[in-house]
């Protein structure tokens, strides 16, 4: 009876855990010391910071890791430790190309705003929204998302949502037609898209919702800018068992 009632033990602690989780959500700021003209640089970061439970140090780290991978300039993330010197970073490298070459007064920008969108008993999900100006013609925007198992408090890669990934990608394309109004003979890239090799593929974002799982193209993924980001929604009841977990 002992292996039994230490799996049983497992799954209690395992559920009172995810259940027990708990977000805060966090507001870090930095502004230019530097004179500036118009709107001074600055970056605000917004981000849900879990408590209790043994799965929270993981998640948070996730967040963390995934949002260095976003804010910075350079060819490399920066080494910040947490989110306040992660923003104090983005800010010096401004100041430091500013006094570089002073009479360049291109303001830079940055707003990260991440919130949890999706809870059920197995899976979490935090939208990841951000915006980041270094200059150029426009800056950048785009959304990510971070799916987590709450029994171990691992991210789930897209790959590992469904159990059949091209059952998945042939339904996905039919309600994308569907909605995008392209014929289904006609090229998938008919009207100005650009997907890959002109085969319609899934995104690298993909969120859980209420309704179903929402498939959401960021900006130059399939369109061009001035296209904007594409989503199509797939519902739980066509789903069924293509996915894994919900």
Known sequence: MKPYFYCFLSIFVFASCSKD??????????????????????????????SNGFIADSINNKIFSKLKEIVYFGEEPYQSKDYQELANDFIASYEKMQKEDPDELI???GDVNSRLVYRSQKVLDIEIQHYTFTGGAHGYSGKTSLIFNLETGKS?????LFTDVKAVTKLAEKHFREKFKIPENAPINSGG???ENEKFALPATIFFSDKGVLLYYNTYEIASYADGPRDVMLPYSELGTLLKIK
């Open 21 to 50: 989780l708990e977000f805060e959500t966090k507001t870090f700021e930095k502004r230019t010391s530097l004179k500036c003209q118009g709107l001074c640089p600055k970056i605000t970061i917004k981000v849900p910071v879990a």
């Open 193 to 195: 898209l650009m997907f």
């Open 107 to 109: 303001g830079w920008e």
């Open 156 to 160: 789930i890669p897209n790959d590992s």
